[in-house]
């Protein structure tokens, strides 16, 4: 496991953004662990995930222009994310979108820098069914920026649904022609536990929930 997955990991854990039991998710599926990227609250937390974040991306080697932020989690992660990137010495313009059209002062949903023919990353903290990405990238064309690629935290690398073997991220990959790059993965989850004398316990029940509900490569 390559370095930024572990130290994204082990920061999730100790910020009690990674947590491990027995969770319902939205899906109804009895889940073994839950991750909440709402508990990355305090700047030195942020900054440590927006270092994960960015070296994730170096190590795509993706080119873009832009970092753009969906409303709502996706705005502090975008915005973290840009300044860890200036601190390397690349300054770059910075977007985002309201939830709620603004009909006064400057108006509109977009805030921030102009998209129009500029390759833009889109940065959130996970693909659960894809909605809100794909809405981002309609608001990105929209305003004549061309989506480049998606950064998420963690991807569950889970069927989306029964009867589609992709994962939500693989389906948005597929659709829109892009990558989506992902911090850390199920897969690396998986070794994390077995590596980690807390966590061994939680592996079998990480491994048969992957076995059930894991996606499938799609080529």
């Known amino acids: 496991m390559s370095d930024h997955r572990h130290r994204f990991l082990q920061l999730a854990l100790s910020a009690d953004a990674l947590r ?17 990227a709402g508990r990355f609250d ?26 753009f932020g969906p409303a ?14 200036a601190q390397r010495g690349r300054d770059l313009p910075l977007s985002f979108n309201r939830k709620e059209v603004k009909d006064h002062g400057e108006g509109g949903q977009l805030i921030g820098a102009d998209m129009t023919g500029k390759r833009v990353l889109i940065v959130d903290d996970v693909i659960t069914a894809g909605t809100a990405i794909r809405e981002a990238m309609a608001i990105i064309r929209a305003a ?12 569950r690398q889970e069927i989306a649904s029964e009867t589609d073997p992709r994962s939500a991220a693989q389906a948005v990959a597929e659709e829109a022609g892009i ?41």
């Open 20 to 36: 491990f039991g027995q969770f319902t998710l939205k899906s109804g599926r009895l889940s073994p662990y839950f991750f909440n």
């Open 42 to 67: 305090s700047g030195s937390k942020m900054a440590q995930l927006a270092l994960c974040y960015a070296d994730a991306i170096d190590d795509a080697g993706l080119k873009y222009d832009v970092v």
């Open 72 to 85: 709502y989690k996706g705005i502090p992660l975008a915005t973290a994310m840009a300044c860890e990137l």
């Open 144 to 155: 004549g920026g061309v989506p480049a690629g998606i950064v998420v935290a963690l991807d």
């Open 179 to 219: 990558p989506v790059i992902a911090v850390a993965t199920m897969a690396d989850l998986l070794d994390f536990a077995s590596g980690n004398p807390e966590l061994v316990g939680y592996r079998q029940p990480l491994a048969d929930y992957r076995s059930r509900y894991g996606s499938r490569p799609t080529h």
